[in-house]
């Protein structure tokens, strides 16, 4: 499986960003995909997932701001993120859980933290950076 990831880029508070993240896979399956990042200093943690039912889940610090979608026909996942902060700033990395029961994605997005779960296709990442 392979992600490839693009769309990083500078941005001012307050501004947007699109990620795009095209898949060597089918992006609606029996399995978790979505978006995780990793900021200066800190844990990698989820940001966004979609679960085998297409039903996202988002972490707390995101909610309200961040909307994941994906587009089966072009097999890419996409994070549309507004309002972003310097607290965004990060690599941003798209991945799947190939083995994940269908139902089950949500953990990712709210207690992942770098280790646990079956995380075993990653992207390169691309770099977000959210200056004053």
């Known amino acids: 499986v392979q992600l490839a990831e693009s769309g990083g880029g500078m941005v001012q508070p307050g501004g947007s960003l699109r990620l795009s993240c095209v898949a060597s896979?089918?992006?609606?399956?029996?399995?978790?995909i979505g978006w995780f990042r990793q900021g200066p200093g800190k844990e990698r943690e989820g940001v966004a997932v979609v679960d085998a039912d297409g039903s996202p889940s988002y972490a707390d610090s995101v909610k309200g701001r961040f909307t994941i979608s994906r587009d089966n026909d072009k097999n890419t996942l996409y994070l549309q993120m507004n309002a972003l902060t310097p607290e965004d700033t990060a690599m941003y990395y798209c991945?799947?859980?190939?083995?994940?029961?269908?139902?089950?994605?949500?953990?990712?997005?709210?207690?992942?933290?770098?280790?646990?779960?079956?995380?075993?296709?990653w992207g390169q990442g691309t770099l977000v950076v959210v200056y004053s």
């Open positions: 991945a799947a859980d190939l083995s994940a029961p269908p139902g089950t994605c949500a953990w990712y997005s709210e207690h992942y933290r770098g280790t646990g779960g079956a995380l075993g296709a």
């Open positions: 896979l089918r992006t609606r399956g029996n399995y978790c």
